[in-house]
């Protein structure tokens, strides 16, 4: 079942987080970052691909130039209709914390391999070709690293 650790995290009746709903593919694939308040504040980077939107929490803001690399680890897939969820999500639940969107738009996929993703971010505070690469930090297997690709 897809989403299945998405739904094991929360407790519907308690958040006013977005159940799970499977959209048909389309060609406007979302692009959204959610500004997340919780215990730590991040930034949760997604991406809609296969019917879920892929996901990674940014510690840092996201870059909007070249030249800066964050570090993104990628997190349980969220339904399509996260991308426009904001709110409070209540104490003592999963990811406990406000939510605001950050930026949103549309993306397009240029390569999308186990250990590489390219895309083209077409937001409002991201714009341009940014690159996601599997690392190894801290031994980590969910970590990546996000930034904008070099434009030459
Ligand atoms: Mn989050």
Not at 23 to 34: C, D, F, P, R, T
Not at 133 to 136: H, P, Q
């Given at each position: 079942m897809i989403l299945e650790e998405y739904m094991s995290k929360r407790d519907f009746t308690k958040t006013s987080e977005p159940e799970p709903e499977i959209?048909?593919?389309?060609?406007?694939?979302?692009?959204?970052?959610?500004k997340h308040q919780a215990r730590n504040l991040h930034w949760d980077l997604r991406l809609e691909r296969e019917g879920v939107l892929k996901s990674w929490a940014v510690p840092k803001e996201p870059p909007a130039r070249e030249g800066v690399k964050r570090l993104a680890v990628a997190v349980e897939?969220?339904?399509i209709g996260y991308a426009s969820f904001e709110g409070t999500i209540p104490e003592g639940e999963y990811g406990a914390g406000t939510v605001e969107i950050w930026d949103k738009g549309s993306?397009?996929?240029e390569k999308w391999k186990e250990n590489e993703i390219i895309i083209d971010i077409q937001g409002e505070k991201l714009n341009g070709k940014y690159v996601l690469?599997?690392?190894?930090f801290k031994g980590s297997k969910n970590s990546w690293l996000l930034f904008k690709k070099k434009s030459k």
């Open positions: 959209k048909e593919a389309g060609k406007n694939l979302i692009y959204v970052i959610q897939d969220h339904p993306y397009t996929s690469i599997k690392t190894r």
